[in-house]
């Protein structure tokens, strides 16, 4: 206890001691977080929604009066630049309101998390996973009371396995098994929109040749072919981001040599510290209290920058999504700057009493 005080006053008499390069050694340290905030926090903003871009644009759509599902999914499955195949129609439910019904092949992936409640699809007979805005038609969704419900549609009492939480686009209200779409929609007359998704980066010489090929054998009525891709690529979000970058590395430097400054005017006094029967422990320890405080300070000031920022720009609820993000660039700049604090503090540490004294007058 009487070590951690001592640090304690220590911090405070140096700070004190050092006012004016302290508060520039902390603006310098602001500069670099927010730095780092905006540009960490415009990747990860921008992956996600190029993200959600290419999956809602690199998709192929057709309707059909009447299709032959199997032989659909044989041709799209022998293309090996197809991610996914989906089929989907409008139905009356029980209570005679419109509801879409799709399937997917390879099934509707759950690894994204938007299963909400129940295990989703297991292949059984008459299964099926509901929307959560289906649901929010009765009113609030009672998460309870989902798994295991009944509901009417194609004929069929279908068993609840999940709820789901789709993207707009992935626009259904029932997800069920391939297996069961293709053999109760047979005798059906519903018009089908089926498609498939494709990688990014497939040619979209090759993705029209394909969509004309399927048009032609199935004689679908319509067909809708994106007209380009959405381009992604760490490597063109760098050339965007380069100027940030440079900003980015050359306040790193310029506040790294203020605290490097700051440390040589401390060395006198670690000198009398480390004559006094300081060990190198504690002096690691003073170094390492003093910057985490360095760090806290700084991080929540950019943080405030940031966010009011992005409140300005309306932004905000968007930003607040970002909690992780925000903890990850904490832990990021934590680590850069203790690496470079590492460097600045070793001769604090590793040097003798005499020799402190010595450079802090000779200095």
Not at 80 to 94: I, K
Not at 110 to 127: P, S, V
Not at 229 to 237: D, E, I, L, S, Y
């Amino acid at each position: 206890m009487a070590k951690a005080v001592f640090i304690l006053k220590s911090i405070i008499y140096f700070f004190k001691s050092e006012k004016t390069l302290s508060l520039l050694i902390l603006l310098g340290m602001v500069v670099c977080d927010t730095i780092f905030l905006v540009f960490g926090n415009v990747f990860w903003s921008d992956a996600r929604s190029n993200e959600y871009d290419i999956y809602k644009n690199n998709v192929v759509t057709f309707e059909f009066d009447s299709l032959d599902i199997d032989r659909f999914l044989g041709m799209t499955e022998s293309r090996d630049y197809v991610t996914s195949t989906f089929v989907s129609c409008t139905e009356l439910d029980g209570e005679c309101l419109p509801v879409t019904i799709s399937a997917y092949s390879p099934p509707f992936d759950a690894a994204g998390k938007r299963i909400r409640i129940g295990h989703g699809l297991t292949g059984a007979d008459a299964e099926c996973v509901v929307s959560d805005r289906y649901l929010q038609r009765e009113g609030p969704v009672l998460s309870g009371g989902v798994a295991g419900r009944e509901f009417r549609f194609l004929g069929t009492d279908w068993t609840c396995a999940g709820m789901i939480a789709p993207s707009m686009a992935d626009d259904f209200d029932f997800l069920v098994n391939m297996a069961d779409f293709i053999v109760r929609i047979k005798n059906q007359e519903n018009k089908i929109t089926a498609g498939f998704r494709y990688e990014n980066g497939t040619s979209l010489l090759e993705i029209r040749k394909f969509a004309d090929l399927i048009k032609e054998e199935f004689h679908a009525g319509f067909a809708s072919v994106p007209s380009r891709t959405v381009g992604v690529g760490f490597g063109k979000f760098l050339s965007d981001m380069s100027e940030m970058l440079v900003l980015l590395v050359t306040a790193i430097i310029n506040y790294m040599f203020l605290y490097r400054f700051l440390l040589r005017k401390r060395m006198y006094a670690y000198g009398i510290f480390k004559l006094q029967g300081m060990d190198n422990g504690l002096v690691l320890a003073a170094l390492c209290a003093e910057l985490l405080l360095f760090l806290a300070a700084a991080f929540s000031l950019s943080l405030l920058l940031y966010l009011g920022w992005t409140a300005l720009l309306g932004q905000i609820g968007t930003v607040l999504g970002h909690g992780p993000e925000f903890l990850f660039s904490f832990i990021i700049i934590g680590a850069i700057n203790l690496f470079f604090f590492g460097l600045a503090a070793v001769k604090l540490v590793r040097s003798s009493p005499v020799e402190l004294i010595r450079e802090s007058v000779v200095g």
